[in-house]
């Protein structure tokens, strides 16, 4: 299956943002209780299937030289490496950006916070004392655009 990776220069929160969160408010992330149509901080992508459905998310708000990001599959496509699609585009945009470290806070109220600790443990990222988990991002890599699972 082709994903496509695609820039929001406008972002705003829309019902397939909600729709992708599923069961997850999104107060748990920040984001408060966005209205329909409103505009969002920090930079968005959108994970579209090969029928142009979003089934996923990525945000990254970068500030002093690291980048917090955000990662969201929808529920229906959770477990075939739409995440990892997302991160990984997440890192190459950080790096195009010439950006340190990218960082996720897994809220401690996450159903699933171990789960999503462990997820990104694996991928590379190391606790810190203030409950960050750090990624140093690779330098030269190349932006992401159109990719496959």
Do not use: C
Request: charged letters at 25%.
């Amino acid at each position: 299956m082709t994903w496509q990776w695609i820039a929001e220069h406008d972002p705003r929160w829309d019902q397939d943002k909600a729709a992708a969160l599923g069961d997850l408010p999104p107060t748990l992330f920040g984001l408060g209780h966005p209205e329909v149509g409103r505009p969002l901080g920090d930079a968005w992508w959108r994970v579209e299937d090969g029928a142009g459905s979003p089934i996923g998310y990525g945000r990254l708000d970068d500030t002093w030289g690291d980048a917090e990001i955000l990662i969201i599959s929808a529920p229906a496509v959770r477990g075939s490496g739409v995440g990892v699609f997302v991160l990984e585009n997440l890192e190459r945009e950080a790096a195009t950006r010439q950006l340190n470290y990218v960082y996720n806070v897994v809220p401690t109220r996450h159903p699933e916070a171990e789960a999503v600790r462990d997820w990104l443990t694996r991928r590379g990222f190391s606790a810190t004392e203030v409950g960050e988990l750090r990624k140093k991002v690779a330098s030269g890599a190349a932006p992401g655009g159109a990719s496959s699972s």
